[in-house]
């Protein structure tokens, strides 16, 4: 596989030379796809605006979309952002982890205006899968990662998807396994005193509100695109999805939830959690199914389950525009 620049795109071990190997291609300017706890992610080094350029070629995202700087301990945020009181709350608690923050950018801070679409904030994460973190300390500053993937098409959870959506894309894939979350970071914006939800993720909203000590307002779907994932049509597979669906019709790839067992189950025992890590794989796997629909049984709103129905019916949208 060639990636655009004529390198043949390689897969290897998320190992010490795996490691070394990416931190150096990040360096040069090129990308990078780097397992998290979450999804893949497509790095490149956030002050660098080729190599951020070469992000959004790469997944043909729109400009306007800004990306997540992912950090390797707390002490790197403070050269992007100050935290507010609220923020602290939140990044003690759930840092390292699938939190990410979206904060005023510092004036100075080392990122290409590309990062931020220009915005005067800036989403920022500390991750807690050990490559992640590990590449970024050895480069010595933030990596911008979106998801691996083509834009607005299905987040990669394993090595082979991020392959079959960006081949010839990327010079190098770490391969490190299956990501345990499964699902994207919840986002939380704090400017001004207030804290808002923008994406809802692998943390649930009632654990961020009982930090926080406080009911957490949710983004309105009409305002501004201001961090990833915002995008009325994202997440989407090739084929059309229907949800709610306690039975599947014979085209359909049925994907079930609890009792309602399906062609594949998210939890056969109802755990928001065990859905959450297998959302993006099954949905990878029914997409390759030759069936020509597919179709989901309902899930909860509590917990977990607001953050997968919020990605189902991102994918849903896709179709029915």
């Not at 780097?34 to 605006?49: F, K, N, Q, S």
């Not at 009181?85 to 904060?103: I, Y």
């Not at 669906?245 to 399906?262: D, K, Q």
């Not at 597919?294 to 991102?314: F, K, M, S």
């Amino acid at each position: 596989m060639a990636d655009s620049t004529g390198e043949l795109t390689r897969m290897r071990p998320a190992d010490a030379q795996g490691v070394a190997e990416a931190v150096a291609l990040l360096a040069g300017g090129s990308l990078v796809a780097i397992p998290t706890e979450t999804v893949y992610g497509l790095a490149a080094d956030a002050a660098d605006g080729e190599a951020v350029a070469r992000i959004y070629a790469a997944k043909g995202r729109p400009h306007f979309n800004p990306l997540i700087v992912h950090l390797a301990d707390r002490a790197m945020a403070d050269r992007y952002a100050d935290l507010p009181p609220l923020a602290e709350k939140l990044a003690a608690a759930f840092w390292p982890g699938p939190l990410t923050l979206v904060l005023p950018l510092k004036p100075g801070a080392p990122v290409s205006p590309l990062v931020t679409a220009g915005l005067p904030t800036i989403a920022l994460r500390l991750p807690a899968h050990p490559v992640m973190r590990d590449v970024v300390r050895a480069l010595g500053r933030g990596v911008a990662a979106p998801s691996a993937n083509a834009s607005g098409r299905l987040s990669p959870t394993r090595a082979a998807h991020v392959a079959a959506s960006l081949e010839g894309k990327v010079p190098l894939v770490l391969d490190g396994g299956p990501c345990e979350a499964g699902i994207e970071s919840s986002i939380v914006a704090v400017v001004g005193g207030e804290a808002r939800l923008l994406r809802q993720g692998a943390i649930a909203r009632e654990s961020l509100e009982a930090v926080l000590g406080a009911p957490l307002a949710l983004a309105s779907p009409s305002e501004p695109v201001a961090a990833p994932g915002m995008l009325l049509s994202h997440y989407a597979p090739r084929l059309p999805i229907r949800l709610n669906a306690e039975t599947a019709r014979a085209e359909e790839f049925h994907i079930g939830f609890g009792p309602i067992f399906g062609d594949e189950n998210l939890s056969a025992r109802g755990d928001p959690v065990e859905a959450a890590a297998r959302l993006f794989d099954l949905l990878h796997r029914a997409d390759a199914s030759g069936r020509t629909a597919i179709a989901v049984a309902p899930i909860p709103e509590a917990g977990l389950g607001a953050a997968i129905n919020d990605r189902l019916r991102r994918a849903a949208s896709h179709r029915s525009q």
